[in-house]
């Protein structure tokens, strides 16, 4: 990725700089410059098969302030005093029946851009306030990123209960998520842990 630093080109450059009293050590990232497009997961990255793009979903691709306000004047200015800067969102789907399915029928990814990791530890705190607002339930959410949370809710249709998972997380100045939904009695907070660990990797310094 753009944050892992390069090694030199000179084997002996690395080693003689590190015996060097005057070299100082590099700092840590504090900023992930990389395209939120290049974040989320892709197609061939998920561990579950019979998955395909989902293209025409509405709130898919590219994000930007523009595209999140929905033509609100109101909204863009929140979001830009607010420290966002650009999103993206991939979401995937199988063509299975819902009633007899194992496993995620959705699947969403997306990452999400701020100017500093305190814009993007206050945009977490806001949309964990949102989904326990919601009604969500708050589950536990391991060790993802360096803050996380998970929710889980469920909705009743054609006789089949259905059931979301939320796993959402910041690495310093990205805010990630990822959302499974499926038959309830079939899925669980573990497929949604999964797929953040595995979005996770891309975004380690």
Do not use: K
Request: aromatic residues 4%; positive net charge; charged residues 15%.
């Amino acid at each position: 990725m753009v944050l892992r630093p390069r090694r030199s080109g000179v084997g002996g450059a690395v080693l003689t700089c590190g015996l060097l009293a005057g070299c100082a050590p590099q700092p840590a990232p504090t900023v992930i410059r990389t395209d939120p497009a290049r974040l989320v997961l892709t197609l061939s990255e998920l561990p579950y098969p019979g998955f395909q793009v989902a293209a025409a979903t509405p709130d898919s691709g590219r994000r930007s302030n523009r595209a999140e306000a929905g033509g609100s004047p109101a909204v863009l200015h929140r979001l830009e005093q607010e420290g966002r800067t650009t999103g993206y969102s991939a979401t995937y789907t199988r063509a299975v029946q819902i009633a007899s399915a194992v496993g995620p029928v959705v699947i969403q990814s997306v990452a999400t851009a701020y100017r500093t990791d305190g814009d993007a530890t206050a945009a977490l705190g806001r949309d964990a306030a949102g989904l326990a607002g919601a009604g969500d339930t708050r589950l536990s959410a391991g060790r993802v990123g360096q803050a996380a949370v998970a929710f889980t809710s469920q909705r009743s249709a054609a006789q089949v209960t259905y059931a979301q998972y939320v796993v959402e997380w910041r690495e310093l100045n990205v805010v990630n998520a990822v959302v499974v939904e499926g038959n309830a009695l079939t899925l669980d907070l573990g497929y949604a842990l999964t797929l953040a660990r595995l979005q996770q990797r891309g975004e380690h310094p």
